[in-house]
Structure formats: structure tokens, C-alpha cells
């Protein structure tokens, strides 16, 4: 007597392969749709136009190598967890693919001053920026009103206030 085809026509045992197999495939399922959720709440949560691309354009690594925004070129772009960024060049692409946590600006791109001071999303200009501890920080500046001034005033207090706050949208 063949023990093994005996197994593989039992059943009992095709049934426990198939509720196993089911259980994977749901597992996977859920799994898949749990990455997409957060893909879409990232997107959601940054400050991005239409198509998703963030920061107006403007190559987020150009910040740290140069020392000022340049603005990123459709031909280098990058999409990060449903976030579009473009560079100046290949290399930043290259870099910023690397460690994207590293370049993101903070607060999802949203004025900080603004995200500390009310808790608002509030929209930036990407040429009023400041990098504090290797890290890009985002301001509005329109209408006479540049806040990087006021942040500069209370950095460490609204700095506080202003994780807080983003901890809010993203629990």
C-alpha cells in the first residue's frame, strides 16, 4: 500500500491544502492592500499638487549638496510611497533613492512655522527653507509674510509644538 497516494486522495488532506492555501492568499492579500493604505496616506498627508509631485518640482537632495533649491527636471523623476519628486540630475535621484527619509522635507512638505504654531497644513514657498540637524524644513512666504522669520524667533518651542502636531496626521 502506497501511504503517499493514499494521502493525496484523501479528502480531508486536499481540503487542509486548500484552507491553507486560502490562508495565504488572503494573508497576501491584506498584506498587499495594508502597503497600499499607507502608500496612500503618505501621499495624502504631503503637500503635493495634482499628479503628487512634491516640493513645486524642486530637487529635495539639491538643498543639502548645493546649498539652495534648484528645481528638478521631469526626466529625473521619483516616486516615493506615492510621492513624486524631481532632480536636478541623476545623481540626486540616485542619492535620494538611496534614503528618501533622509531628503523628505519635514511636516510632509507643509509649512513648519505653520505646523507649529496652529497645527495647520499650510502651503510653502521652496526657495524659504532652513535644514536643522540634517533634516529640511519648509516655509510659507507670500504677502509680505516670510514665517522662517517668526520660526527663527521660537525655533525650539515651535519645533515642539509643530511634531506634535504632524504626529496627528500620521498616528
Not at 492579500?29 to 495594508?34: D, L, M, P, Q, T
Not at 501621499?43 to 538643498?63: H, M, R, T, W
Not at 519648509?138 to 511634531?163: C, G, P, V
Amino acid at each position: 500500500m502506497n501511504c503517499d497516494l493514499t494521502l493525496k486522495n484523501n479528502p480531508l488532506h486536499q481540503f487542509k491544502i486548500m484552507k491553507n492555501l486560502f490562508a495565504v492568499l488572503v494573508l497576501s492579500v491584506i498584506s498587499i492592500c495594508s502597503v497600499s493604505a499607507q502608500t496612500a496616506n503618505h501621499k495624502n498627508q504631503f503637500n503635493v499638487d495634482k499628479s503628487a509631485l512634491a516640493i513645486e518640482g524642486y530637487d529635495p537632495v539639491a538643498y543639502f549638496t548645493s546649498s539652495k533649491p534648484i528645481k528638478g527636471k521631469k526626466e529625473f523623476n521619483l516616486t516615493a510611497e506615492g510621492v513624486t519628486y524631481q532632480f536636478a540630475n541623476a545623481q540626486n535621484k540616485n542619492t535620494f533613492k538611496a534614503n528618501p527619509a533622509k531628503y523628505e522635507p519635514q511636516y510632509g512638505g507643509w509649512c513648519a512655522y505653520a505646523m507649529g504654531a496652529t497645527g495647520e497644513k499650510v502651503s510653502v514657498d521652496p526657495e524659504t527653507y532652513k535644514i536643522i540637524n540634517g533634516k529640511l524644513f519648509l516655509f510659507y512666504n507670500r504677502f509680505f509674510n516670510n514665517t522662517l522669520k517668526d520660526w527663527n524667533k521660537d525655533e525650539s518651542n515651535l519645533k515642539i509644538n509643530a511634531d506634535k502636531s504632524w504626529a496627528k496626521f500620521n498616528p
